[in-house]
């Protein structure tokens, strides 16, 4: 023994977030694309939603189940006109709203 001690490593378990939340889109304001995150606390049928002002839906981004974690979805929005614009998560049991600005 030469001073040497034997460590047992293992893969670090991940931790996957306690709470559904929307998280801010990056960059915002945005010129054509951004990236919207959201963290599900636990799996379900998830639906990511972009409306303009008058309440018009513009795009939906997703429409599906998904396992709990963090997600992003980059929204490519080089045809729609600037403007602001609201995007929606919802879950099962949770609801939420964010303003995006979308400058040209």
């Not at 606390?41 to 309440?55: K, P």
């Not at 513009?58 to 929005?77: I, S």
Request: proline content about 5%.
């Amino acid at each position: 023994n030469a001073g040497w001690q034997l460590v047992e490593v293992g893969r670090p378990e991940v931790a996957l977030p306690k709470v559904t939340e929307l998280h801010q889109n990056y960059p915002n304001p945005f010129n054509a694309v951004t990236n919207i995150s959201y963290s599900l606390g636990e799996a379900g049928n998830v639906s990511l939603r972009v409306y303009d002002i008058t309440g018009r839906l513009v795009a939906t981004l997703v429409d599906e189940p998904q396992e709990a974690g963090e997600h992003t979805v980059t929204w490519d929005a080089s045809g729609i006109s600037s403007g602001v614009y609201f995007c929606k998560l919802k879950t099962g049991h949770f609801g939420c709203v964010k303003k995006l600005n979308l400058l040209k």
